[in-house]
């Protein structure tokens, strides 16, 4: 009595050892070659992002420290505006209310801050998937890269 199941399974093991073989049997595309100036040019364009991407994470950092301090001066001006609204005092009040202006103001800044940064982060990210598709996986000639770095006044790494 044969088995169908069984049948099939075996079918579909030897058509996966084929497909196998035959992606082995292909060479993987070999990495493009590049001359000097395109290696420079990707070097140059990857320190570029770094330096970018450096900026960012301490522009992110300040942002985060802002709103931190913000969110504290919020806390504050609440509790005294309690204050105030439990023991009404004029001079008292006025004070908070020109502190209140001037959170607000710090507040819209800090927004603005915030609001700029994405595009800038997104920005950023379309051009590292740029770099990376142009200079992502090349192969260059190891004196070339030698050459830059001399020209450049950086030690070999």
Known sequence: MKHPLLSSAVASVALAAAVLSAAQAQPAPSPRKVNRDE???????????????????ARATQIKADQDALKSEGDEIAHDREEQDKNPNTI????????????????????????????????????????????????????DRDAILKERGTPRQ
């Open 39 to 57: 290696l420079r040019a990707c070097l140059d364009g990857n320190d570029s992002l770094l330096a970018r991407r450096k900026a960012l994470d």
């Open 92 to 143: 008292r009040g006025t004070r908070l209310e020109r502190r209140i202006s001037a959170f607000n103001a710090k507040l819209q800044a800090a927004r603005t801050s915030a609001q700029s940064f994405s595009p800038e982060a997104e920005a950023l990210n379309a051009d590292l998937t740029a770099h990376n598709k142009r200079c992502d996986g090349v192969a260059f000639d190891p004196a």
